[in-house]
């Protein structure tokens, strides 16, 4: 009872003491929009009072998705007017995201349209590696791909093509390109004939006739698609002109192949689009690129292209033994590194985020920062590779780790294990566990010279329970830093100006308990019984009262909302797999997938099967509004 009490006292939008009505909504409208949204000013368009039923306020339901978003990051009511309580805007947020979901999932299950999606900077460094049989980074030179949708660099809302990117994306081809052709084993990958050498079956081949057998196999493979009609001819035509120029084979070949390289159809995951009225599986090519770049975030292989060609990728069993092929290829790693880094956040790591080098030089030893960034990584591969049940994210009697790492935690001597990071099993009292315990989580959540429990809070309520906080009020300062010999405080005692800022209760209230949980972490995640010459409190009370200490009580609370994690888990890694945010459609996917997920005892393996078996992953709308897919499973 203790630890369900804890968790609902959580994060108010958690609450479900009461249930909340239309006129509870209504009433909370009218007293913080009715200002500038009444009938006769109705700024932006917008006037509360057409609103009188329910239903009308549902069928309306982009506005009040725009309202939902407003109001939840604390954009409305705008500067200069009161805030509502935080309690009453998140009853009031919750309310109408509940009600706005219900309404959308009554009409079925429907896919989206799908996006153009441009290869970002990591997909079109793997891309060219797998298409080319190189080992460069081809992409390192690309302007930087801003995260959008569910908070990944994959969106297709993000991928715009500047004319930077056009420029980039020639040179890229070029050296990549002048990289192949002087390896011997890559040449030998693409270019499948060459002028002059000897054929198996017959006489060496003519300059044309070479140049044609290579973009032939080039083509298809570069687009991940057979080509259409005439589309080898228009870059066996930039050959011809090349050879025209009395240009050298190498040279004349290259030039097409660079034409190859710079296309839409290499450069974009194009889809075509349905022309029935109703959703329709995705085609089997589609489908290849669709799992190829949600498990490897490179092209398809062979047997991808194979079974489309066969028509058989999109049937539920093919597309089962593909996922565990696929999560066996060491490609996988890809998948794990780019989600991971991105929905925890430790990709910041030794970018924007760096713990001071003179106070904790440590975290910079040789080994130990690699073994830091990679833990979550290798754990989550982990827990994937093994089927094992996604609670491990919560809580864990395991992590991987080098002996460079499993030493700076402290763990002394563990038999067996050398610099190469594995499986180790966590000692007793180790107070590690989950990625909670993780020394890139701590890290990321900390600033450079001091823990921020507010920022710890805020992470494990963003990215553990999806229940991100808006930003401070305007105005409000920095917690300030002592100065010119002040005696030094506890975290606690600075953060409880904070707290008696009316303007600031609301929010560090709910973030604070759950920092100061997490406080006998330092900076880079070592764990230390003193701050400032005084003990640590690792005590939280939230505003009922209620009372937790240590990590151990808080990842127990976290167990017992697991549904909330889990939901948040599904949310992001179908916004990851899709490349695009989700919309209130999706979430009744996301509803449907965390169900099978728990019948399944929470299999890593389920849940990545339920996305890519899931609607919107599978189908594409067709030219009628709002048409639902009738699942064949």
Request: charged residues 25%; aromatic residues 8%; neutral net charge.
């Amino acid at each position: 009872m203790f630890l369900l009490l804890l968790a609902l006292a959580l994060h108010p939008q958690l609450r479900a003491y009461e249930p909340y009505t239309f006129e509870q909504a209504r009433r909370f409208l009218t007293a913080h929009c009715e200002a500038c949204h009444n009938a006769k000013t109705a700024t932006g368009g917008f006037n509360i009072f057409k609103y009188s039923a329910k239903e009308a306020m549902l069928e309306d339901s982009r506005e009040m998705q725009s309202v939902l978003r407003r109001v939840r990051e604390g954009q409305m009511p705008p500067v200069g007017r009161p805030s509502p309580p935080a309690g009453d805007r998140d009853a009031f947020t919750a309310w109408l995201e509940s009600s706005l979901r219900t309404a959308a999932c009554a009409e079925g299950l429907s896919p989206a349209r799908a996006l153009l999606k441009r290869l970002n900077r990591d997909e079109y460094s793997a891309t060219i590696r797998d298409l080319l049989n190189i080992h460069i980074n081809a992409g390192r030179d690309l302007p930087a791909d801003g995260a959008g949708g569910e908070g990944f660099d994959n969106a297709a809302e993000t991928l715009f093509l500047s004319p930077v990117h056009a420029e980039k994306f020639l040179d890229a081809a070029r050296e990549a390109l002048r990289y192949a052709f002087s390896d011997t084993r890559a040449r030998a990958r693409f270019l499948v004939a060459e002028a002059g050498r000897p054929e198996p079956s017959g006489p060496p081949l003519t300059a044309e006739q070479a140049g044609r057998k290579v973009l032939e196999t080039f083509v298809p493979r570069a687009f991940r698609r057979p080509a259409l009609e005439g589309e080898v001819d228009k870059y066996y035509g930039l050959f011809q002109h090349a050879l025209r120029r009395k240009e050298p084979y190498d040279d004349a070949i290259r030039f097409a192949l660079e034409g190859v390289l710079i296309s839409p159809y290499f450069l974009f995951r194009i889809e075509e689009a349905n022309p029935e009225p109703s959703p329709a599986l995705v085609g089997g090519y589609e489908m290849a690129s669709r799992l190829s770049y949600f498990l490897w975030g490179s092209m398809p292989d062979e047997t991808l292209m194979q079974l489309a060609a066969d028509g058989k990728l999109n049937e539920p069993s093919t597309l089962r033994e593909q996922v565990s092929r696929m999560l066996k290829d060491a490609r996988s790693t890809e998948f794990a590194a780019h989600f991971v880094e991105q929905w925890l956040g430790t990709r910041e790591l030794g970018r924007d985020i760096k713990p001071d080098p003179k106070a904790f030089a440590p975290y910079y030893e040789s080994e130990v920062q690699s073994g830091i960034r990679y833990e979550p990584i290798l754990f989550f591969q982990e827990v994937v590779a093994n089927n094992l049940s996604l609670l491990n994210f919560i809580d864990s009697k395991f992590t991987v780790a080098s002996s460079k790492l499993a030493k700076y935690y402290g763990f002394g001597t563990i038999q067996g294990l050398r610099q190469q990071p594995k499986r180790i099993e966590l000692p007793d009292g180790s107070h590690r566990g989950g990625f909670i315990g993780m020394a890139a989580v701590l890290a990321v959540s900390s600033l450079p010279q001091r823990t921020s429990p507010v920022l710890r809070g805020k992470w494990v309520l963003d990215a553990m329970l999806g229940a991100p906080t808006p930003p401070p009020p305007p105005g409000v300062p920095a917690l300030a830093e002592e100065h010119n010999g002040a005696a030094p405080r506890t975290m606690r005692e600075r953060l409880s100006r904070h707290r008696s800022n009316p303007a600031c209760a609301s929010c560090h209230n709910r973030l604070d308990p759950i920092g100061f949980s997490l406080e006998n972490f330092d900076v880079i995640g070592r764990w230390r019984t003193e701050e400032g010459g005084k003990p640590v409190d690792a005590k939280g009370e939230l505003p009922d009262g209620t009372s937790f200490e240590g990590p151990e009580q808080l990842k127990a609370v976290l167990m017992q909302k697991r549904d909330l994690f889990l939901r948040n888990l599904a949310s992001k890694l179908l916004g990851y797999a899709l490349g695009r945010g989700l919309t209130l459609k999706d979430s009744c996917t996301v509803e449907q997938i965390v169900k099978r997920v728990e019948e399944d005892e929470y299999r890593a393996q389920t849940l990545i099967n339920e996305i890519v078996l899931s609607v919107p992953f599978r189908y594409k709308p067709g030219t009628a509004a709002n048409m639902v897919v009738k699942e064949a499973r």
